[in-house]
């Protein structure tokens, strides 16, 4: 092989060679110019002659093919292999070829190659000769498959400085989030301690299996990894380390407590409203836990059980009802608390406020017996009196003694509440109306809506989502299957007079079934079901509230579900006798 020609379809051969197996092209940090030296140089003098003024192959096309595509590269097995890479068969051109070849592999890469051209290069160009005759000069020319082509309205450089991003923030990703800290996010997810975090196990075990792959590829090779990698998974994965998944996976790298790093998620990604529904903690967790526990000797004060009247100290007794001072004196086990009759609550209007100071000061010590009112909204509010199994194991709390507390009421105690929250809706405001319909194996596709009448008779709905008193912050328009859809109106100010509240079918589709709503106000939820399938258009009258001056009255036009209920083996809405008031054990 003696003709350029010849030599370009080698070039053109071993290009469509190397894209026959990758789909992406780089390129190296090198100069055009030095490339065009290094090309010039590598001819033998004798195959690089003056030809009029200057060398047979200092070529004005030629020298721009090589600085707009010379330094093209792609990556096999991680390592560079260039467009120089092939034998000529020609002791004229292998010379040149290799010299660019050990020039180009030698540099890293710096950038996708992108391009909007197929054709790179001028194939042939013509000369009129003096004596009336024409020559053909051959030049470098090569042409892309469409693979290779972009065709994105973007410029070339806009698109190149997003693929570079991608690269560089995953190298980063895979250089500073450690293997355990991957490993601890996932186990949050698969214990669904982690909010919203079953949208992020997919791309977390992805990364463990990439933090797997990086860590098998020797040093100097890594970079090289990472464009492969990046083009290969798009942007979304490639750039998890700036999502707010990637700020929890980072926090627990640099050693920043699980809680700590959680919470910071959660602040990120979760409503104000958001409550987590467990507590956080891993199997590693547990066991760097248990080791700790064994180090300081507090084995045995592990196991607890609930409280008995015999637990409590005299001095540490505020109030003592005479049957629970039967059993402390006797020493007998406090088995349930002493039933006494169910009670109607009394209106109590006219009964006056008192300070928890005077409480104690002026009621406790003059009183025989005392009652409590427990009301449907204490049930979240409840506490146990936790004591040690074994009394005379070392305290593991920072007060005198080894009694604990735990609370009954973590989560709010309606899952509708719940679902409203997810959605972003104010479950906190005084006045709370909420509706549920589209229920789990009840698929309901209809589009109800909820409707508030303020006391000025604004509407609150879809098509006026503000009013003067309060906002619709969640409007659901397609129920998707297997998920309850849910509407929420939170009075957030409100206004003397009367809350007028309904549902309105806005688009009957297909669905046999009707709806759920709640009234939340003073702490208390009214929980109402209609069952029937609502007709194109109708509206169904739920409750009326009336307000003035902070006070609720509630007028019900769908009967209510707020009656008596069973709580610690307690009827709510009435009366129980109290057998012992004490201490905080941390008082």
Request: aromatic share 10%; hydrophobic share 35%; proline share 4%.
């Amino acid at each position: 092989m003696n003709t350029f020609s010849e030599f370009n379809q080698k070039l053109s051969s071993n290009l469509s060679r190397i894209l026959e197996a990758e789909d992406n092209l780089f390129i190296v940090d090198v100069d055009g110019d030095k490339l065009w030296e290094t090309y010039l140089e590598g001819f033998l003098p004798q195959h690089n002659q003056i030809f009029r003024e200057r060398r047979e192959h200092d070529c004005s096309c030629c020298r721009s093919f090589l600085r707009q595509f010379g330094a093209v590269v792609a990556i096999v097995g991680n390592e560079i292999t260039s467009i120089w890479n092939f034998e000529t068969g020609s002791p004229k051109y292998q010379p040149a070829v290799d010299a660019l070849n050990a020039l180009v592999i030698s540099r890293p890469i710096v950038d996708v190659y992108v391009t909007k051209e197929t054709i790179h290069g001028t194939h042939h160009s013509n000369e009129l000769l003096e004596d009336g005759n024409v020559r053909q000069w051959d030049h470098f020319h090569v042409k892309l498959p469409s693979k290779c082509v972009t065709r994105s309205g973007k410029s070339e450089e806009s698109i190149m400085a997003e693929y570079r991003e991608s690269k560089n923030v995953l190298k980063r990703a895979l250089d500073e989030i450690r293997s355990d800290a991957v490993d601890t996010v996932l186990e949050l997810i698969s214990e669904a301690s982690l909010y919203r975090g079953d949208e992020w196990a997919h791309s977390v075990g992805e990364l463990r299996k990439m933090q797997a792959e990086y860590l098998a590829v020797p040093f100097d090779l890594r970079s090289n990894y990472c464009w492969t990698k990046s083009m290969q998974i798009g942007p979304a994965l490639s750039r998890i380390r700036n999502h707010s998944i990637g700020v929890l996976l980072q926090d627990i790298s640099e050693g920043k407590d699980v809680l700590d790093a959680v919470k910071r998620y959660e602040f990120i990604v979760a409503p104000s409203n958001y409550k987590r529904p467990k507590e956080i903690f891993t199997e590693s967790m547990v066991k760097k836990a248990q080791e700790q526990i064994q180090e300081l000797g507090l084995t045995e004060s592990l196991p607890r059980r609930f409280a008995k009247l015999t637990d409590v100290k005299v001095n540490n007794v505020l109030f003592a009802d005479r049957d629970a001072v039967k059993v402390m004196e006797l020493g007998g086990v406090f088995a349930q608390l002493i039933s006494e009759a169910s009670q109607k609550p009394k209106n109590f209007d006219r009964a006056p406020v008192i300070s928890i100071t005077e409480f104690l000061s002026n009621v406790l010590p003059t009183a025989s017996n005392i009652a409590v009112l427990l009301e449907n909204k204490h049930a979240s509010r409840l506490v146990s009196l936790i004591a040690p199994v074994n009394a005379d194991a070392p305290s593991m709390f920072k007060w005198d003694n080894g009694f604990s507390w735990a609370y009954a009421g973590n989560l709010t105690d309606s899952a509708m509440k719940n679902r409203v929250a997810s959605k972003g809706g104010k479950i906190d405001a005084p006045l709370r109306f909420s509706i549920q319909w589209n229920d789990e194996n009840i698929h309901n596709q209809s589009d109800y809506d909820a409707h508030c009448q303020e006391p000025n008779r604004n509407l609150i709905y879809y098509g006026a989502m503000h009013g003067v008193t309060g906002s619709l912050d969640v409007d659901i328009i397609h129920p998707i299957r297997n998920e309850a859809a849910v509407e929420n109106i939170a009075i957030t100010q409100p206004a003397n007079g009367t809350y007028f509240f309904l549902v309105h079918d806005y688009a009957a589709r297909n669905g046999n079934s009707g709806f759920r709503a709640e009234i939340e106000f003073d702490g208390q939820i009214h929980e109402y079901s209609y069952p029937q399938r609502l007709q194109q258009g109708e509206k169904v009258r739920v409750a009326d509230v009336k307000y003035k001056d902070g006070e609720f009255v509630l007028h019900n036009h769908l009967e209510s579900s707020t009656s008596t209920r069973q709580v610690w083996g307690l009827s709510t809405q009435q009366f129980h006798r109290v057998s012992l008031i004490t201490y905080s054990p941390n008082y």
